[in-house]
Structure formats: structure tokens, C-alpha cells
């Protein structure tokens, strides 16, 4: 039951790969708040002749990462050996508990790029999205020197169907015939970033609402402390398995600055 709940919960995830997942293993059997440093950018100095050269102090800020979500999903299963016998069955059982494991933790990792607030766009209509202001948002995170061919745009699915309604991204007289926008009927690469939607972004038209964000992986930081695991125990009472799917991880944002957030108005 492990490895097919973690196998479906990897599956399911959006925002864990777009962002810094390398403390995975070190966090593993470890303490519980991890000092990230932020490297400072150090500024160099015009040097004149029988001067002394003038020391910076290395003072780096730092972001702590915090393991202190632990979730889990339990079921009871009765008459485990004929679950196991009947095809599909047993997957669709294991897929249940994962996909729930993942929609929670992809939405906590979410809420910590939302949580950025130094680059935001208010779009110009609930829900939908223009050419120009993915280039304006873009053009945000160029002036601070984050690389947008490294970035990803994730949006919620009602952003993602606007975007194809966008002439730039679909009209075959634009795109050319290059690897550019619309392709085989999903929008894969947009301006060099690829673009990925989430259901644990919603469609409301509430203001201020984000339903999109183009930001670096560095921005984000997340980690696994123990990975999705099975336990189960067999209860007379029930007559049938309970089993449990657990998981403890934890996210923070490290650079506010390489995320830009695209809001309803």
C-alpha cells in the first residue's frame, strides 16, 4: 500500500515540483526548524591607488523552515484479502488516500507563494488574463534579476481556459512553426516558462484573489520528513482493515521577491 500511495500522491502534485524540494533529504529522522540562509548580493567597490581595500560584513538573513504539518487519511477497508483480489479495486482505494494527502499538501505549499506580497498584479477582469500583463509581470522579475526562462506560471483552471483564448498563444499565423504556445491542444510553453494550472487555486471573483503566479523554485522552499507510509490493523469489531496514510512536511518562503502574483481586481 506504501508505494502505490506515495506513487499516486507524486502524481497529483503541481506546486512541489515547481519548487525547492533539496532539503527532502536532509530533514529526514532530524529536528523539527531548519535555518535557511539568505545569501546577501555583495556590491564591489571602485579601488584607487595606495588605498586600502574596505571589508563588507557578511550579514546573511535567513528563512526557517518549519516541520509541523502532519496529515493523514483513514479508511476501513472491510474484507481486505477481496479487496486485493478484485482488479481496480484495491487502486482506486489507494488513489483516494493519496489524492487526498497531495491536494493538502500542494494547497499548503501554495499558501506559502501567496503569502508573498512585494510583486502583485491586479488583472483586468475576474478570472482572465492578457498577453501584456504576463509580459508586465515578467518584466517585474527580469528587474530583479530572476531569470523567468527558470521560472514557472501556474494558474487556476479558469485562468488556464482564458489563456487559450488568447490569439498570441493560439493563432498558428503568430506562433509560427516553432515550439511556441498552443500545442496539441494544451498550452505547454509560454514565453519560455512552462505553464501548469491547480485545483487548489479557485475561480473566485472575490478582489484580491490569486489565480496565477510566475515565480522562481528558489522562491519556495519544501520539504518531506517522513514520507506517505501505511499502517494497519485488523478490527473484529469491524469486521474489515483500518488502514491509515500519514505524511509530516513542512514550507516556507525564502525570497518574496521571485514570485509575482496576478489577482482578481
Not at 497529483?12 to 536532509?26: A, H, K, M, P, R
Not at 506580497?117 to 528587474?143: C, F, P, Q, V, W
Not at 514557472?152 to 498563444?169: E, H, K, Q, R, W
Not at 485488523?234 to 489577482?263: C, H, N, P, W
Request: charged share 20%; glycine share 8%.
Amino acid at each position: 500500500w506504501t508505494d502505490g500511495v506515495k506513487a499516486y500522491l507524486e502524481r497529483n502534485l503541481v506546486f512541489e515540483q515547481c519548487v525547492d524540494t533539496s532539503l527532502n533529504g536532509l530533514v529526514k529522522g532530524r529536528g523539527d526548524v531548519f535555518h535557511i540562509p539568505k545569501l546577501a548580493e555583495v556590491s564591489d567597490a571602485a579601488k584607487a591607488a595606495e588605498t586600502l581595500v574596505t571589508y563588507a560584513v557578511s550579514t546573511h538573513a535567513k528563512s526557517d523552515l518549519t516541520i509541523d504539518q502532519h496529515r493523514y487519511a483513514a479508511k476501513l477497508v472491510e474484507d481486505i484479502a477481496s479487496v486485493q483480489s478484485i482488479p481496480g479495486l484495491f487502486e482506486k482505494e489507494v488513489s483516494g488516500m493519496a489524492y487526498s494527502l497531495a491536494k493538502t499538501y500542494d494547497a499548503y505549499i501554495e499558501s506559502k507563494v501567496e503569502a508573498a506580497t512585494t510583486n502583485s498584479t491586479a488583472l483586468a477582469g475576474d478570472n482572465t488574463i492578457t498577453a501584456a500583463e504576463i509580459r508586465g509581470g515578467m518584466k517585474t522579475l527580469m528587474e530583479a534579476d530572476v531569470d523567468t526562462n527558470e521560472c514557472n506560471f501556474v494558474v487556476s483552471p479558469a485562468l488556464y481556459t482564458a489563456m487559450l483564448g488568447i490569439s498570441d498563444f493560439v493563432d498558428a499565423s503568430k506562433m509560427g512553426t516553432g515550439p511556441s504556445g498552443l500545442k496539441n491542444g494544451q498550452i505547454g510553453m509560454l514565453y519560455g516558462m512552462p505553464v501548469l494550472h491547480s485545483t487548489v487555486m479557485g475561480s473566485s471573483g472575490s478582489t484580491g484573489v490569486e489565480v496565477g503566479y510566475i515565480f522562481h523554485p528558489s522562491a519556495v522552499s519544501a520539504a518531506r520528513q517522513l514520507e506517505p507510509r501505511v499502517q494497519a490493523e485488523y478490527s473484529v469489531d469491524f469486521l474489515g482493515t483500518k488502514v491509515v496514510s500519514d505524511m509530516l512536511y513542512g514550507a516556507v518562503t525564502v525570497f518574496e521577491g521571485r514570485i509575482q502574483e496576478f489577482k482578481n481586481p
